[in-house]
C-alpha cells in the first residue's frame, strides 16, 4: 500500500495536473504554492463567464468554503455542477461548517453536486451529519477519531470518501476506513494547513480518478510526512511553512516510506 501511495505522488509530479481551486482570501497564495511544490499546476477562477470552461479543462476541482460571498457561492455551484456533469473529481473542504446557518445551507446545495471527496476536521464533518452544533469557527474542538461515526454516516450518505484530518488522519470509503498517524501538533499554527491538505487531496484525485479513495490516502500520508519533517526544522509556525513548501518540493520516496505510519483499517 505504501508503494501505491508513492506512486500516485510521483504521478502528481510527473503529470502536473491542472488543479483548479475556488478557495478562500487567507490562503490562496498558501494554496497555490503548495500545489506548485508538489508538482501540480494550479489556477484560481471565480468569474461566471470562465468558471465552468475552466473546470472543463481542469483535471480536479477543490471548492473551499472559507471565506464565503453571493457571488463567489454562485461561482462555486457553477463549478460543481460543471465538474459532476464532466464526472470530474471534486473536493469540498467545509470550513467552519456549523459554525453560521449561511455556511450551512450552502453545503448543503454543494452537497447535491456529489463530491468524490469531502475533507474536513472533526468538528465540520461532525457539523456536516448535524451531531454536534459546537463548531467554534475554524478550528476543530474535537479529536478525529470522535468523528469516525459521523464520517461513515456521512460517507454512506454522501457516497464521498470522507477525510478527516487531526493528530491522526481518517480516511473512509463506505464500510472502510483507513488512519495515518503522521504530522506534528505545530501544523495546527499555520492558517490553511487544511487547506492545503484539501487542494493536495485535489491533485492525488486528478491523476488517480478512479480510485479516490487511495488518492485522498497518498495526499494525507504526503501532509502528514511533509510536516513532520519540516517540524524537525522549523522553530515555530513561520518556519514550519517554509520547510513545509521545500520538503514538498524535495521529499523522496526513501524518506517517504520510512516515515508513512498508516495505522488502523477496517
Ligand atoms: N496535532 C496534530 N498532530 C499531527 N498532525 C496534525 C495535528 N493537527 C493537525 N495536523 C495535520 O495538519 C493538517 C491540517 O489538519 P487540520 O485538522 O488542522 O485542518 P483544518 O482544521 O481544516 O485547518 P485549517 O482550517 O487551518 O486549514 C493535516 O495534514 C493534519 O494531519
Ligand atoms: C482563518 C480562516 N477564516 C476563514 S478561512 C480561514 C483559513 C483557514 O481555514
Ligand atoms: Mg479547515
Given at each position: 500500500?505504501?508503494?501505491?501511495?508513492?506512486?500516485?505522488?510521483?504521478?502528481?509530479?510527473?503529470?502536473?495536473?491542472l488543479v483548479h481551486n475556488i478557495t478562500n482570501y487567507v490562503v490562496m497564495n498558501n494554496t497555490a504554492n503548495a500545489l506548485l511544490a508538489?508538482?501540480?499546476?494550479?489556477?484560481?477562477?471565480?468569474?461566471?463567464?470562465?468558471?465552468?470552461?475552466m473546470v472543463s479543462i481542469a483535471s480536479a476541482l477543490v471548492i473551499n468554503i472559507g471565506t464565503l460571498d453571493?457571488?463567489?457561492v454562485e461561482s462555486m455551484g457553477l463549478a460543481t455542477q460543471q465538474a459532476h456533469a464532466l464526472q470530474k473529481p471534486w473536493v469540498l473542504d467545509p470550513v467552519g461548517a456549523g459554525a453560521t446557518p449561511y455556511r450551512n445551507q450552502v453545503l448543503e446545495e454543494l452537497l447535491t453536486y456529489k463530491p468524490t471527496v469531502i475533507r474536513g476536521n472533526a468538528s465540520e464533518i461532525m457539523a456536516l451529519v448535524k451531531t454536534s452544533s459546537k463548531t467554534k469557527g475554524v478550528d476543530s474542538?474535537?479529536?478525529?477519531?470522535?468523528?469516525?461515526?459521523?464520517?461513515?454516516?456521512?460517507?454512506?450518505?454522501?457516497?464521498?470518501?470522507?477525510?478527516?484530518?487531526?493528530?491522526?488522519?481518517?480516511?473512509?470509503?463506505?464500510?472502510?476506513?483507513?488512519?495515518?498517524s503522521n504530522g506534528h501538533p505545530l501544523m495546527a499554527k499555520v492558517t490553511g494547513m487544511g487547506c492545503t491538505a484539501?487542494?493536495?487531496?485535489?491533485?492525488?484525485?486528478?491523476v488517480q480518478p478512479e480510485d479516490p479513495f487511495t488518492a485522498t490516502l497518498a495526499a494525507m500520508a504526503l501532509m502528514g510526512v511533509t510536516g513532520e519533517v519540516a517540524a524537525e526544522q522549523a522553530n515555530g509556525p513561520g518556519t514550519l511553512q517554509l520547510h513545509f513548501l521545500d520538503g514538498l518540493h524535495q521529499l523522496s520516496k526513501e524518506a517517504f516510506l520510512k516515515r508513512v505510519k498508516l495505522g488502523e483499517s477496517s
Open positions: 500500500m505504501q508503494e501505491r501511495l508513492w506512486d500516485i505522488i510521483s504521478a502528481v509530479r510527473a503529470q502536473a495536473p508538489a508538482g501540480a499546476s494550479p489556477v484560481m477562477a471565480h468569474a461566471h463567464p470562465e468558471v465552468q470552461d453571493e457571488y463567489w474542538t474535537h479529536q478525529s477519531q470522535e468523528a469516525l461515526t459521523a464520517g461513515q454516516e456521512l460517507s454512506a450518505a454522501t457516497g464521498a470518501v470522507v477525510c478527516i484530518s487531526g493528530a491522526t488522519d481518517l480516511i473512509i470509503h463506505q464500510n472502510q476506513y483507513h488512519s495515518l484539501s487542494a493536495l487531496t485535489g491533485a492525488c484525485c486528478a
